[in-house]
């Protein structure tokens, strides 16, 4: 649990998945960042996505996090655990795409 800790996660109990009586090491929503982030990795050679979508989905956790955050409506944990996984898939989509780029301006990557 410490060293989810260290990744910026609240670990709420209220919002955290439970197996067998024991707490996820991170909330619904950074369990759901997590997921994307390998999905994307695995899937970012085979599927061509639009850097458009992946702001998109980056977008669609944001505002999950400010409705709930603005206290308009309490988010719930699948909920949390879907745009997780949205923005996070987004985000790493991003952050490959940025890390090819500088490879590629510095002629390190064909």
Known sequence: MELAK??????????SFFYKGWQFPVC????????????????YRNV?????????FCEIMLIDWLIQKNEYKE????????????????????YIYIIKNIFKSFKFYE
């Open 6 to 15: 260290c990744t910026g996660c609240h670990q709420m109990p209220e919002r």
């Open 75 to 94: 988010s719930t944990n699948p909920r949390r655990l879907v745009t997780g996984i949205l923005g996070g898939f987004g985000l790493n989509v991003l």
């Open 48 to 56: 061509k996505k639009p850097i458009r979508t992946s702001f998109m």
């Open 28 to 43: 619904a929503r950074c369990t759901g960042v997590f997921i994307g982030q390998i999905m994307s990795y695995f899937m």
